[in-house]
């Protein structure tokens, strides 16, 4: 079918109708969150607030600094949810809307329970202490005053242990009734313990109870726990705010011929759906009416347009380019092509949640040591001739001075300042888990489309002046190939009276003269048929004269041989895995200095690599972005994608980086070195053991040593990682 | 001595109410924005109460929260 250009059409706006997302509150009130991209200063958020408050009926308009969301809300009336989103993007801010399902499970009760229980904790380890630290500093202090300071501490701290210590207790019990054991069961066991050992100790008056230990114990590791969760917390919400800025809604055509926006999840199989130009197919469907070129290079890894006419088959992802199609659904979006990758991907992610981390390698190390240390204090003692009381009570002492605090923070805290270093940069870590499997990493392996190219045609060298001739024709086309030309032609005037027709090409006036820019036969050349592999061509004239050809081809990244070389420097294989076709891959493999290069390979070829790496102990790293990358980096050791990929592909990936292919080097240089800082941090607190553990042993960790030791064992452990955020540092 | 008699509780109910604060200003949502915090505060036309203090008031006069339904 025949599109006019009045250019609205291919206003970014296709596919993100926000209707859909819009909730009510009472009769009278609406609401809408969106995400808003590159809000970063003052100026920026009075802009914004001020800007769609101006719409007539906003009630109110807020926009969180910190994680980017904008929630208006605002009266039933003439504005529209599209109004207030076009008002943002108007402003010059990217924007989309938010799945309110999505706002509430961004929810954090979990964040929420560590943060009060790590306020309570604060609290009780403070006043517990004010009660003890006179206990300590006293001399000549009765045994009246001392109990009742003791049963004073005992008031405050053992409610305060028990509530903050119950995230701690939770884990340790799920994990034993695994038949494993966690961090927190020496953790738990040692609280209890103290706790226990403390009341009995007060109620037969005795010199040492460690109530504040046991509170300030669980303060410091909240710490950890805490600053692990905030790690998670807000990689998941840049994640699902990555993904909002794809399309997420479908135009649902109705029997009478309304459209009506929907969210993508909910259409069914034999709904029609309207895909406009800019529209990615929400679902696996079938075109009933209208032609098209569509963008398939995050399906298939193809970078050349493909066409569409009634009866091809469109996968869900696809990219419609231009010209409209109305299209059948095959498959609801839960189960479109999508399910068999996902399926992928599940298997992948298993044999990926087999992998130990450091710090559960570390507890299960140091639990059989430190539990059966203090059995052995506890048997020589006796064999020494202590009684059971003084046994126990050493025995304890071990117990409670081992407490694995340093080790709790040893690894959150490098995480978590690594992965803040990344976040700077542009690099979104999802887990410290992803840090440390990349850190292990001796393998790379690259998918070619998108990732190492531009994942787009480029124009190969062409006559000055042809190009002059057919930029006019061109700037009036949104085709990818005549976008390409117009591109490399610069700035200059358009064609008049301009009719594209999807699928063929453009036709216009050009100084009063009739040209034609398209196919071959639609244009009236004949093709020579001698266009290499990975390149197609664009043919143009004016109406009754020869025509001309130009050439395009995916361009690689400028700085793709660069990042290949710096990887290289640091002793990483590296490997190029792709679904295009042999002379396209050869030609980037050359150009990146790859000897080991493969082509043609479908996604399941893909996903089986990895695998077999897997198997023979290859740790091999992942970077793709197209749907038939998303099993192989759900299957690799550690997985990249940039952060225009796919959506399943983002999901599959550790790490998702905004920038270019230099990030991957740094990501990886970053991995290492919080690997060695946590490895620094296991020696420190290895190192504060071996002095600790002797000291308990022959009975010197009074309440005051064990809180100083605790107390500067942590400290040390989270300057160490600190040091991590000083920028510039390479391992 | 009996001085501690008078000086624990109070000291107690010091810290008692700090933690109070503490979960006051959590629960007001004003840990939620730090960014945002620091820049209202240099702009003396932005709404700049903590965003669950703003959004109660606003909530207050349509109290419903469900969700739409969809057509």
């Known amino acids: ?38 809000a970063r200063c003052a100026a920026c958020l009075g802009k914004i607030e001020r800007g769609v408050s101006a719409l007539s009926g906003v009630r109110a308009a807020r926009l969180n600094l910190t994680t980017g969301k904008l929630s208006v809300v605002w009266e039933r009336g003439p504005t529209r949810a599209a109004d207030i989103l076009e008002a943002v993007r108007d402003l010059g801010y990217p924007a989309a809307p938010f799945d309110p ?78 038949g494993r054991a966690n961090m927190d069961v020496p953790i738990s066991i040692g609280v209890i313990l103290t706790l226990a050992i403390s009341f009995s100790e007060t109620l037969q008056g005795g010199r040492h109870a460690y109530f504040d230990a046991a509170v300030s114990l669980l ?68 075109v009933e009416e209208g032609a098209a070129d569509l963008d398939v290079a995050l399906v298939t890894g193809e970078s050349i347009p493909a066409q569409a006419t009634v009866g091809t088959p469109i996968r869900a992802g696809t990219l419609n380019l231009n010209g409209r199609l109305v299209a059948r659904a095959e498959a609801a979006a839960a189960d479109s092509t999508l399910a068999q990758i996902a399926r992928m991907m599940e298997a992948g992610a298993q044999t990926r949640s087999r992998y130990v981390r450091l ?73 410290g888990a992803a840090l440390e499997r990349l850190a292990e990493a001796t393998h790379i392996v690259f998918d070619k489309t998108g990732v190492l190219t531009e994942g787009r045609p480029v124009l190969l060298d062409a006559d000055p002046r042809l190009m002059a001739l057919a930029a006019p024709l061109a700037r009036a086309s949104r085709h990818p190939l005549a976008r390409a030309l117009a591109e490399a032609a610069g700035p200059g005037p358009s064609a008049e009276a301009v ?38 061509e664009l043919w143009f004239g004016f109406e009754g004269e020869p025509k001309r050809r130009f050439l395009f081809s995916d361009r690689v990244r400028p700085e793709m041989a660069e990042a290949i070389a710096a990887l290289k420097a640091r002793g990483l294989t590296i490997e190029i895995l792709s679904g295009d076709v042999t002379g396209a891959v050869s030609a980037v493999a050359i150009r990146a200095g790859v000897g080991r290069w493969r082509s043609g390979l479908s996604p399941l070829d893909k996903a089986q690599t990895l695998a077999a ?20 980096l759900a299957r690799a050791h550690a997985s990249l994608a940039p952060g225009a990929a796919a959506e399943a592909s983002q999901n599959a990936a550790d790490l998702v980086y905004e920038r270019g292919l230099d990030s991957i080097g740094e990501a990886i240089d970053v991995a290492r070195l919080a690997r060695r800082r946590a490895l620094e941090n296991f020696a420190l607190a290895a190192l504060y053991n071996l002095i600790a553990i002797p000291v308990a042993l022959v009975g010197m960790a009074t309440p005051l040593v064990a809180a100083v030791a605790m107390s500067a064992s942590s400290l040390v452990v989270t300057l160490n990682a600190l040091r991590l955020s000083i920028p510039g540092r390479r391992s | 001595m009996t001085i501690l008699i008078w000086l624990a509780p109070l000291s107690l109910s010091l810290g008692g109410l700090a933690l109070a604060a503490f979960l006051w200003t959590f629960r007001a949502g004003q840990y939620e924005d730090p960014e945002g915090d620091a820049a209202r505060i240099l702009d003396d036309h932005l709404e700049d109460g903590p965003p669950e203090v703003s959004t109660r008031r606003l909530l207050a006069e349509a109290p419903a929260l469900e969700p739409r339904a969809r057509s």
Not at chain 1, 265 to 286: K, Q
Not at chain 1, 402 to 418: D, E, S, W
Not at chain 1, 503 to 530: C, K, M, N
């Open chain 1, 1 to 38: 079918m025949a599109l006019t250009h009045d250019g609205d059409a291919f206003a970014p706006r296709g596919g993100s109708d926000p209707e859909p997302f819009v909730r009510a509150r009472g009769d009278a009130l609406l609401s809408l969150e969106l995400v808003v991209r590159g």
């Open chain 1, 101 to 178: 399902a999505q706002a509430r499970a961004e929810e954090d009760s979990e964040g929420r329970r560590l943060a009060i229980a790590l306020g309570v904790a604060a609290f009780g380890a403070m006043n517990a202490m004010m009660f003890t630290v006179p206990v300590w500093a006293g001399t000549g202090m009765g045994e009246g005053v001392r109990t009742f300071m003791y049963w004073a501490a005992a008031a405050v701290g053992a409610p305060c242990a028990l509530f903050a210590g119950a995230p701690f207790f939770e884990s340790a019990w799920r994990s034993l009734r695994k």
């Open chain 1, 219 to 286: 303060f410091l590791l909240l710490i950890g726990r805490y600053l692990d969760h905030l790690l998670r917390a807000r990689a998941r919400s840049a994640a699902r705010d990555l993904l909002a800025l794809q399309a997420r809604t479908a135009t649902l055509l109705d029997p009478d011929g309304s459209t009506r926006p929907a969210p993508a999840r909910d259409v069914r199989p034999g709904d029609r759906l309207v895909l406009l130009a800019g529209d990615r197919a929400p679902v696996d469907a079938v």
């Open chain 1, 359 to 431: 710090a559960d390698r570390a507890a299960a190390l140091y639990v059989p040591v430190v539990h059966s240390l203090a059995a052995l204090a506890f048997a020589g003692c006796l064999l020494a001739g202590l009684d059971l009381r003084s046994a126990l009570l050493r025995a304890v002492a071990v117990l409670i001075i081992t407490c694995p605090c340093a080790l709790g923070l040893a690894v959150p805290m490098v995480q978590i300042t690594a992965s803040g270093r990344l976040f700077r940069q542009g690099i979104l870590v999802k887990s």
């Open chain 1, 499 to 536: 009719i594209e027709t999807a699928g063929f090409g453009v036709e216009g006036l050009i100084g009063g003269r009739r040209a034609r820019l398209g196919r071959a036969a639609w244009v009236g050349a004949e093709t020579r048929g001698d266009a290499q592999h990975g390149r197609t």
């Open chain 1, 613 to 632: 790496y897997q198997g023979a102990g290859v740790k091999a790293v992942m970077v793709g972005d197209g749907l038939n990358d998303a099993a192989a």
